[in-house]
């Protein structure tokens, strides 16, 4: 991947002081990469993506479609020989997204905004109503979007139903109040760092 310097240099140290993470560790083995389960849909592999901060490429780190694909599933992490954990690294990058106003692309911020209700409301994903709602949020946001790859979703979804693979009923963990109380902390968390906008967003 050739890659030229941008323009932001302190773009690297902004997002390693914001996750925590030691972004200038990473000497691109790309173990995690191989490991990512979300990478095959990913604009940029998460080894490239970690370059691409490297390299002060705001933009195109910001305005990717991979920090809205990543799960969080820390594999990542327990397979980087520098103990680097994309899942932070990853959840820096959607702030900084959202607070610099990069717009996702409209199906995949569906697909993440879907997930985290599923997880909201159950504590874990059910595949069939995350489905349901990311074809509404698409048809909310742009209708075309609703039909595209409607057929082969369809097919899809019937074969994996048939096999068991999907339930119709979602199924509740036991301690949801727990992930009820982490997204009350975030929303928390979010409005404490959006309150010093807002008179400047009044006026
Ligand atoms: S596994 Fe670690 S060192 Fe290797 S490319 Fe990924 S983040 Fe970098
Ligand atoms: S945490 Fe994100 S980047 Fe890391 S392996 Fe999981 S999905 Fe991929």
Redesign the pocket.
């Known amino acids: 991947m050739a890659i030229a310097v941008g323009p932001d240099l302190t773009f690297s140290d902004t997002v390693r002081e914001r996750s925590g993470e030691d972004i200038h ?9 191989i490991g990512c389960p979300t990478a095959y849909v990913m604009d940029y592999k ?2 490239q993506l ?1 370059r691409l901060i490297q390299m002060g490429q705001k933009d195109r780190v910001l305005g990717s479609s991979a920090i809205w694909l990543c799960v969080g599933c820390e594999t ?1 992490g327990t ?4 103990r ?1 954990r ?1 899942a932070p690294v990853m959840d820096t990058l959607r702030h900084m997204a959202l607070e610099e106003k990069y717009v996702p692309e409209p199906a995949v911020y569906a697909l993440h905004r879907s997930f985290l209700d599923s997880i909201r409301l159950w504590g874990r994903v059910h595949e069939l109503s995350l489905i349901m709602e990311h074809k509404a949020r698409c048809l909310l946001a742009e209708p075309p979007l609703f039909f595209r790859g409607l057929i082969s979703d369809l097919m899809m979804g019937g074969d994996l139903i048939l096999k068991g693979k999907i339930s119709f009923l979602p199924e509740r963990i036991k301690r949801l109040g727990e992930v009820k109380r982490l997204y009350e902390e975030a929303t928390r968390f979010r409005r404490a760092q959006d309150a010093p906008l807002q008179p400047e967003v009044e006026r």
Not at 25 to 33: A, E, L, M, N
Not at 79 to 82: A, I, K, L, Q, S
């Open positions: 560790g990473c000497f691109y083995c790309q173990k995690c990469t998460p080894a970690l990542c397979r980087c020989p520098n680097i994309l």
